[in-house]
């Protein structure tokens, strides 16, 4: 059973520039949720994805959007990048049944590099 | 809001107990997950508590009491391996449904021989 996959895992862009992030949950995961990580700091929250829909965003830009799609994997889309946006990508997926005491099962992340 | 503070770094020997502490303030409770996450690779899931009390996972042993907002993760007989970054989170619910979760900024845990 593979677990939560993200591609690609490193990326390195310059200032200005767009990039797109994958992620394709765990089996039997229809839920989404988007972290960044920046060095030595716990992981904050972008976004969840349930059904194709955008449940609810952290405080981020609008430069960062997200999609899922009707099997469940999920893209991150950053436009206009900036050095601050240099960090760890992580995404988790979890089931919808449990609420809030789903477990949320991460990928091993995306290291984005913004020079 | 919330809020959520871990020690950022620890230190112990091989074989010994440590225990991480984290402390939370939060409009609303919907339990604590403790993660585990070494260096460039993700987070794994730990444990998860809601009521008071210990809960008992092998090596691993995670308190709460809700009363004082706060949790420890007990780690015993460490090994090298235990060296890593360990993640105390509470989750927020999403419109009833789902929750997101908020992050401490983790504790590193350095294990020597």
């Known amino acids: 059973d593979a677990g939560v996959t993200q591609s690609p895992t490193h990326l390195i862009k310059t200032r200005g520039q767009q990039v797109t992030l994958r992620c394709s949950p765990k089996s039997g995961h229809d839920t989404v949720s988007w972290y960044q990580q920046a060095l030595g700091q716990g992981p904050q929250f972008i976004f969840q994805?349930?059904?194709?829909?955008?449940?609810q965003r952290g405080n981020f830009p609008d430069r960062f959007s997200g999609h899922q799609f009707p099997n469940y994997s999920s893209e991150l889309n950053v436009n206009a990048l900036l050095l601050g946006d240099s960090a760890l990508y992580l995404c988790?997926?979890?089931?919808?049944?449990?609420?809030?005491?789903?477990?949320?099962?991460f990928g091993a992340g995306t290291r984005l590099s913004v020079l | 809001g919330q809020n959520i503070d871990q020690p950022t770094e620890m230190t112990a020997t091989e074989g010994a107990i440590v225990q991480i502490n984290c402390t939370y303030q939060t409009s609303g409770f919907n339990g604590l997950f403790w993660y585990q996450q070494h260096a460039g690779e993700a987070p794994t899931f730990l444990s998860y508590?809601?009521?008071?009390g210990l809960e008992e996972k092998g090596r691993f042993s995670s308190f709460l009491s809700r009363s004082k907002g706060y949790s420890y993760l007990l780690l015993k007989e460490l090994q090298m391996k235990d060296s890593a970054s360990y993640l105390c989170a509470v989750p927020i619910m999403i419109y009833n449904q789902g929750g997101k979760l908020i992050f401490g900024q983790g504790t590193e845990l350095s294990v020597k021989p």
């Open positions: 988790a997926s979890s089931g919808n049944l449990g609420g809030v005491k789903n477990i949320q099962y």
């Open positions: 994805y349930y059904e194709e829909e955008e449940r």
């Open positions: 508590n809601v009521l008071d």
